[in-house]
């Protein structure tokens, strides 16, 4: 299948879920990082980069595609920049273990280094500290956050990741999922290294250091990157009459 075929297939409008995915994403839009995994129940899937030159130029691949892991239970429809879904699919929530599908923009990127060790980095960058923390309380008014503990006058929170303590986040990327920190909906998802278990993440989306680095060198904040997830099957539905 040609890469334009499999972009159209993707961003098609018109399923059977209602969502349509391509006016979904920005007309700036420069950047896509689109991830498929083969079936809503899936842990694993690939990683593809695609760029335009212009809004309504046609997409080309950025690279070939890469490994990526996801929830230990699969995918479900997160919030972000497209419509809801249909209820009858999986719907993301806290706790659930599942990775989010739809198309999301990209937060911050963060790390252990010094933002100084990558010259070569254009992307907003938050350098971790022992006093960071991703709030997944949901009943805290900083849920679904990343703050620094010490630079909250009243911490609300019983339940957080201190996120400079954890393996996987030495290097990762904010994915926007759930802007509107609706309580229960999923919180704190990333883009982060791959652990050393293999049965899945806890809903975030991981990568090999190096596929991690080479996204990291690409992204571009001027060209407005989306991410956007979802399972195979969402996609031959979308392929239909090509």
Not at 84 to 108: I, M, N
Not at 153 to 166: A, Y
Request: proline share 7%; glycine share 8%; hydrophobic share 40%.
């Amino acid at each position: 299948m040609r890469f334009v075929s499999l972009l159209a297939f993707c961003f098609a409008a018109g399923t059977a879920s209602g969502v349509d995915l391509s006016e979904a994403i920005p007309a700036n839009c420069g950047q896509v990082v689109l991830v498929t995994s083969p079936d809503w129940s899936s842990t694993t899937g690939t990683l593809q980069r695609y760029e335009r030159a212009e809004a309504r130029a046609p997409w080309h691949t950025a690279g070939g595609p890469v490994s990526v892991l996801l929830g230990k239970r699969g995918m479900a429809w997160g919030l972000g920049l497209h419509s809801r879904s249909a209820p009858e699919t999986p719907q993301k929530v806290e706790g659930d273990l599942r990775t989010p599908v739809g198309v999301f923009t990209l937060g911050s990127a963060f790390g252990r280094s010094p933002r100084e060790e990558m010259p070569w980095l254009r992307f907003p960058y938050r350098q971790l500290t022992a006093a960071t923390e991703a709030i997944d309380d949901p009943a805290s008014r900083y849920y679904n956050r990343i703050v620094e503990r010490t630079q909250v006058t009243q911490p609300d929170w019983q339940s957080s990741e201190h996120m400079g303590h954890i393996p996987v986040y030495e290097l990762g990327i904010e994915i926007a999922h759930n802007p509107d920190r609706i309580a229960r909906a999923g919180s704190c998802l990333f883009i982060h290294l791959w652990p050393k278990e293999r049965n899945g993440t806890s809903g975030c989306t991981a990568l090999h250091r190096a596929d991690l680095l080479e996204l990291l060198r690409w992204l571009d904040s001027a060209k407005h990157p989306v991410l956007v997830q979802l399972p195979q099957k969402l996609a031959h539905e979308r392929l239909s009459g090509f």
